[in-house]
């Protein structure tokens, strides 16, 4: 659709995870994209009292991913994602031809 109106794509979302289009455009997807943060602290008409009562309600990981834009680690992974990102490489050969159609 994009190609035929050379409209644009806009995401707006709160980290769930380093997994995700949204996580692969955020750290890798470039630079065709603008990106801002901002976190709670960074919106004035939240009063800094409710900001704290909030931290102590709900997990830190949840605080961080919803009010702080960090992206932390799935907590239902079996490995980090930056031990995985460590484990490629280009330099082993596949045991199997992929077949390309």
Request: hydrophobic share 40%.
């Amino acid at each position: 659709m994009l190609s035929v109106s050379q409209g644009k794509v806009m995401l707006l979302s709160t980290p769930n995870g380093k997994r995700g289009f949204f996580h692969s455009e955020w750290t890798e997807g470039g630079t065709d994209w603008h990106r801002s943060m901002i976190t709670v602290f960074d919106v004035p008409h939240i009063a800094r009292s409710w900001i704290e009562v909030e931290r102590t309600k709900i997990p830190a990981s949840n605080f961080d991913a919803e009010y702080m834009c960090h992206f932390g680690e799935t907590e239902d992974a079996v490995f980090h994602y930056q031990d995985i990102r460590d484990a490629l490489t280009d330099d082993v050969k596949p045991l199997f031809a992929l077949e390309v159609a």
